[in-house]
């Protein structure tokens, strides 16, 4: 059974880089599934952030597009989103998940991780 | 930027019959969204309960249902438990790379 657990430092600096690590276990990352990210922010409620594909191949959120970056390490067999400039507006819960067979079938889903954007 | 649309909040009687829409701001929702809804609890991760419109996620209900209404997704709950009270978002397939949630519905069960 895949299971997937984010991490990442949960205080980022304005301006500064968000970086976290989704580690995919019970599962390969370089299986025929999209892995996206999606977080949850006060203001905004869920949102999409981006997706990726083990060969690397990406998309993104177009109102995210100029800040995330979505990589994959098959060796680490993890996932990892990096999005830079941040705000307060960035202050969120961020979930990875895997997309099944259909699109927007997510299962399962990552506990989450805090990110706290503050000086 | 796409907008979906969702009510803000509703409310249902334990043991009654609630149906919460998903909407697009620029025409109607098909099946060629592929609309999901789920289940945000507070501490806990989003609890997928339906995809591609109307199949059940593993584990869910089948008090809980969906389909397009109307030109919307829907997702309708019936014989409403305690349990029940929670915000559901839905989710909306726009294309390749693209999808985009809708602002969620806080139902209330009272």
């Known amino acids: 059974q895949v299971q997937l657990q984010e991490s990442g430092p949960g205080l980022v600096k304005p301006s500064g880089t968000l970086s976290l690590t989704c580690v995919v276990s019970?599962?390969?990352?370089?299986?025929?599934?999209?892995w996206s990210w999606v977080r949850q922010t006060p203001g905004k409620g869920l949102e999409w952030i981006g997706e990726?594909?083990?060969?690397?191949?990406?998309n993104y959120s177009p109102s995210l597009k100029s800040r995330v970056t979505i990589s994959v390490d098959k060796l680490k067999n993890h996932l990892s989103l990096k999005l830079n400039s941040v705000t307060a507006a960035d202050t969120g819960v961020y979930y990875c998940?895997?997309?099944?067979?259909?699109?927007?079938?997510?299962?399962?889903w990552g506990q989450g991780t805090l990110v706290t954007v503050s000086s | 930027q796409t907008v979906v649309t969702q009510e803000p909040s509703f409310s249902v009687s334990p043991g009654g019959t609630v149906t919460l829409t998903c909407g697009l701001d620029?025409?109607?929702?098909?099946?060629?969204?592929?609309p999901s809804w789920f289940q945000r609890t507070p501490g806990l991760p989003p609890r997928t309960l339906i995809y591609?419109?109307?199949i059940r996620s593993s584990g869910v209900p089948d008090r809980f249902s969906g389909s397009i209404l109307g030109g919307k997704a829907a997702l309708t709950i019936t014989g409403a438990r305690a349990d029940d009270e929670s915000t559901y978002f839905c989710?909306?397939?726009?294309?390749?790379?693209?999808?985009?949630f809708g602002g969620g519905t806080k139902l209330t069960v009272l």
């Open positions: 998940t895997r997309e099944m067979d259909l699109p927007n079938w997510f299962d399962p």
């Open positions: 019970g599962g390969s990352v370089s299986s025929s599934n999209w």
């Open positions: 990726i594909y083990h060969t690397g191949n990406t």
């Open positions: 620029s025409g109607s929702v098909s099946t060629t969204n592929h």
């Open positions: 591609s419109t109307n």
């Open positions: 989710l909306l397939y726009m294309g390749v790379g693209t999808r985009v």
